[in-house]
């Protein structure tokens, strides 16, 4: 998966993004709009963020459902194990 380097607001440091995945995308969508386009949006990949935003700029993005927290956890787990 490719990744980028970005200045995440929340973390308020530098950190790797990947792009948002399937159920990422339909959490935004649900929350901005069905219309609301998610094709190019990136989530911080620092341990407990929450924070996705648009390629460019940090304007546009927002925080993903407390449930992702959980599993990106888990997710983390499963890879280091």
């Given amino acids: 998966m490719t990744e980028i380097e970005r200045e995440c607001p929340t973390c ?4 790797a993004f990947r792009r948002l995945n399937v159920a990422e995308q ?3 969508r649900e929350d901005k709009g069905a219309r609301h386009y998610v094709g190019n ?15 460019l700029h940090t304007r546009g993005g927002g925080l993903l459902p407390e449930k992702f927290r959980e599993e990106e956890a888990t997710a983390q787990e499963g890879a280091d194990g």
């Avoid at 308020?12 to 950190?15: K, L, P, V």
């Avoid at 949006?41 to 390629?55: D, F, I, T, V």
């Fill in 26 to 28: 339909a959490a935004v």
């Fill in 41 to 55: 949006l990136w989530r911080c990949k620092a341990k407990g963020c929450l924070w996705y935003q648009p390629y």
């Fill in 12 to 15: 308020r440091s530098r950190q």
